[in-house]
């Protein structure tokens, strides 16, 4: 919303009309309208640089140079201006040019974007290639070319005198144009690329951009990596190709000379063994036979649906947005027959549901708010209504378009504001209008597909007591490109206070937010917080219920937090003001602050705890390892605390002489277990020891970073409902080892670490990897209990000697009805059991199987539905994949399988 700030002058209406076109993507408008507000406001440098982007977005370089240059004079300390100018340079050619605004910007503010250009240009050289180095790029790389043929290159030259190939920026691309007489009569095209870096540490991340009529977009593009052997690419229908773009890599980069070369597949079942010779993993080769079969029937295929088929038979290692496109083109919207069994269940729906739509709208622009309306109208489900309130738009086309819907149907009705009161009071006036027994908010320049309220109400019949539902969601741009699915979870109150999970699509018994008083005012920005938030006091755990289906595409446009959260600085404030007040109400011993990235908040003791921790350590020597894990322990605050050490047969004199140091000085306690080594025994018999009424399994190999950790894990256990507390680990290089255990996932099917090898500044999925949430279970590198709950669930498992018996000892205690909660803040540093060695060869390896055996044995069910991974994410890899189908099939599905 546009605010007119005292003191100062509001925006004319040609720097309103610039940021309208802006928003839709008319940089050519955007250009006129910025230039007619600069005439009258030359002082207004903010708009110069909103020019400058207008113009660099058009193509017209020089005329954004001079844009960015005008506003330098007054912003010389702006550093998203001086990295802007670079990407002009970067664009026209200048690396060197570039090079030196980078720094500039870099060196100002350590800009994270600077930085990543200059590695690439670090990297790659600076200048970029002439056009004489172009020219040779194409040359050289038409000798290792077959079938196809090398037109125009960019950001590439030849390099170790045409030895290599020299990749000088994040962007490079080679243009190329199949061979006619290849490409003529193929039902199947297959591009091989053979191509390796010149620094195995620096692997290929590779793109093909395929233009069948559409130019090179993204929607028709392949993302993949390239391993040692190559990569082959499946094209549909190549004569319909008019030419494909290929970038090597997403950096600069240096190459042994690449091989291309392009055939077609005739012969059917040629294609067919190709596909089943290919598949890897979980891919199930079979569909994909039936797919490719279409491009062997008689009836040609359409462009569209051969970039489609190209999409869906990709067969490399390839990336999340490659593989979301794909898993969208096969599950992503029904079949036009699966309408028909649409129509049946809702006709045989024992109960109706009814749905209000509540949204505010305020200056949206008409053509998204036309897309908004008509995807609400399209629902299949017949039972609903769209209730509108237009917060006071300037904008006269706006609530003309309103009225024209609502004239021409009576389910939409609207009210406009006297004022503008803001979106609070806007979805307040809105929600006034409701008659629905749910409340189903949606943004003004969002869609839904078709089916969202049939699915909604499915899952209504399912969980009749359900107050608040929510569904995954996606996002979408403005050319309708669908990415970023947010594939999520079942509820977890602990990451609702990191950031707002439910969000799209919500919806609320109208009833409960009667109750609650709807929204409230001063909460801009995160008014659907701080609702979700009072909700959850009124209705609990129990009564929010997780729909593992996205029912909602979230709109990219400039200024949207859908592109970035740190575009809305003020809704952070208010989240964080929020989710503070929900604390205070509740009574719960944590604040709200600042979190690690824009878009989340951090969680912090507001309580100071004295709870009697007994910290176990169990060791076989390793003395190196050992005594820097003790004086990290009482380096930090420690008071309440004993430390006991299991000493499980340890013959090293330093070792022994250590031990007997620190137990004489008081500053821990030694039990010794001469035993073989088994983790659950020695951890069972420290506990029965153990004086503390919180116990902290640790182990030997690791160093504490965060010094407040014990004042997290007892502020969380002091809560009843939260049964174990776990840690995040990074191994010594800085990257995460351990934070959190998906069930059902990795070798054996039992568990594995999400995020794992990630850089421990990476937010991960959605914020994943650094925010408070429950887990199915936690890592025993680092684990709270209270002692009382240890007990009583048996303490560890000693058939599980080594591996998952703190998987085992999570599902007891969530078994009791307790939360299992891992804390990223509680952080430190693990050297992977060192002391005991490697389980993946030989007897260790055998009895790793073994101990895989009694899990499934005696949690089957529990591994194969870990309701904190989706079952939309695949169960082969750990990166966040979708899965190869999803194991919660749509509604429709369901009832074609019963």
Not at 766 to 782: D, H, I, N, P, Y
Request: glycine fraction near 8%; charge should be negative.
């Amino acid at each position: 919303m546009i605010r007119v700030l005292l003191g100062r002058r509001p925006p004319s209406n040609a720097r309103v009309d610039g940021d309208r076109a802006r928003d839709s993507g008319d940089w050519a408008e955007a250009v006129r309208h910025y230039r007619a507000h600069l005439a009258v406001r030359r002082g207004d440098h903010a708009i110069r640089i909103q020019l400058g982007h207008a113009l660099k977005e058009m193509g017209a370089l020089d005329a954004a140079l001079a844009a960015y240059r005008a506003a330098l004079w007054r912003r010389r300390r702006d550093a998203d201006l001086l990295l802007s100018i670079g990407h002009v340079h970067k664009l026209a050619g200048r690396a060197a040019e570039a090079l030196r605004w980078y720094r500039r910007s870099a060196a100002l503010d350590g800009n994270r974007h600077a930085l990543a250009e200059l590695d690439a240009l670090r990297h790659a050289g600076v200048a970029a290639p002439a056009g004489r180095d172009r020219e040779r790029a194409v040359k050289l790389l038409a000798r290792r070319c077959a079938g196809l043929v090398p037109v125009e290159a960019s950001d590439i030259a030849p390099a170790a005198r045409g030895r290599r190939l020299q990749l000088v920026s994040h962007d490079p691309w080679v243009r190329l144009v199949l061979d006619p007489a290849v490409a003529a009569g193929g039902g199947l095209g297959v591009l091989t690329i053979d191509v390796r870096p010149l620094d195995p540490e620096r692997p290929l991340q590779g793109q093909l951009y395929v233009d069948y009529g559409d130019g090179f977009v993204e929607k028709t593009s392949l993302s993949f990596r390239v391993g040692a052997t190559g990569v082959a690419l499946l094209l549909a229908a190549p004569e319909l190709i008019r030419g494909v773009r290929w970038d090597p890599d997403r950096k600069g980069n240096l190459l042994h000379l690449p091989r291309l070369a392009f055939r077609t597949v005739t012969d059917f079942a040629e294609a067919a063994a190709l596909l089943r010779d290919s598949a890897a993993g979980e891919l199930d080769p079979e569909p994909l036979v039936e797919l490719a079969r279409t491009c062997f029937d008689r009836r040609a295929l359409t462009p569209r649906e051969a970039a489609e088929v190209t999409l869906a038979l990709m067969l490399s290692d390839v990336g999340l947005d490659t593989l979301y496109r794909r898993w969208l083109f096969r599950h992503g919207r029904p079949a036009p027959e699966d309408y028909a069994v649409i129509r049946a269940m809702t006709a045989a729906m024992p109960i109706r549901p009814t749905f209000s739509f509540v949204m505010p709208t305020y200056n949206t622009p008409v053509p998204l708010l036309r897309a908004c309306l008509d995807a609400l109208l399209a629902q299949t489900w017949p039972d609903f209504e769209i209730c509108v309130a237009d917060d006071h738009s300037p904008d006269p086309a706006v609530v003309e378009t309103l009225a024209d819907y609502a004239a021409r149907d009576a389910r939409l009705r609207y009210v406009r504001s006297p004022k503008n009161g803001h979106i609070s009071d806007a979805s307040n006036r809105a929600l006034a209008l409701a008659t629905g027994d749910y409340v189903v908010l949606v943004d003004h320049d969002d869609v839904i597909p078709d089916y969202t309220l049939f699915v909604v109400a499915h899952y209504i019949k399912q969980h009749p007591a359900a107050d608040v539902l929510f569904s995954d969601e996606d996002k979408i741009d403005l050319q309708d490109n669908r990415f970023a699915p947010y594939f999520k979870g079942a509820f977890s109150r602990f990451l609702m206070y990191g950031h707002n999970m439910v969000s799209h699509l919500g919806v609320y018994r109208r009833a409960l937010l009667n109750e609650i008083g709807g929204f409230r005012l001063g909460l801009e920005g995160s008014q659907d917080y701080d609702l979700l938030l009072r909700c959850y006091e009124r209705c609990g755990d129990d009564a929010i219920v997780h729909i593992p289906h996205v029912l909602y595409h979230w709109r990219t446009t400039p200024g949207s937090t859908a592109i970035s959260a740190d575009q809305k600085g003020y809704a952070i404030v208010a989240a964080e003001r929020a989710i503070n007040e929900h604390f205070e109400r509740t009574g719960l011993p944590f604040r709200s602050g600042d979190g690690f990235a824009p878009g989340c908040t951090g969680v912090f003791p507001a309580r100071d705890f004295d709870t009697p921790v007994s910290i176990i350590i169990p060791t076989r020597n390793g003395l190196d390892v050992l005594a820097p894990c003790v004086a990290s322990i009482l380096a930090a605050p420690h008071e309440h605390v004993e430390i006991i050490v299991v000493d499980n047969g340890s013959d090293d004199p330093a070792t022994l002489a250590y031990l007997a140091e620190r137990e004489a000085a008081g500053e821990i306690r030694v039990l010794r277990d001469e035993r073989p080594f088994n983790f659950s025994a020695l951890n069972n018999l420290a506990a029965e020891h153990a004086r503390g009424e919180i116990l902290c399994f640790l182990n030997n190999d690791t160093e504490l970073l965060a010094a407040d950790w014990l004042a997290r894990a007892r502020a969380l256990l002091s809560l009843d409902e939260v049964g174990v507390v776990g840690a995040r680990l990074l191994f010594p290089d800085g990257t995460l080892q351990h934070f959190g255990i998906a069930l059902g996932i990795a070798d054996h099917r039992v568990a594995g670490t999400p995020h794992g090898g990630f850089s421990a500044d990476d937010p991960g999925y959605f914020g994943k990897a650094r925010l408070m949430q429950e887990f199915s279970a936690v890592t025993a590198a680092c684990l709270f209990i209270r002692r009382a709950d240890f007990l009583a669930v048996g303490g560890f498992e000693p058939e599980l000697r080594v591996a998952y018996n703190d998987v085992d000892l999570c599902l007891k205690v969530r078994a009791r009805g307790l939360k299992v909660v891992g804390d990223p803040d509680i952080l430190l540093i693990h050297k992977e059991s060192r002391t005991r060695g490697s389980d993946k060869e030989g007897p260790r390896a055998e009895r790793l199987a073994q101990e895989a055996a009694w899990m499934h044995a005696r949690w089957g069910k529990e591994l194969r539905d870990d309701p904190f991974w989706s079952p939309n994410l695949s169960l082969d890899r750990l990166d966040f994949a979708p899965a190869l189908r999803p194991r919660v099939p749509f509604p429709w599905e369901q009832e074609g399988r019963a």
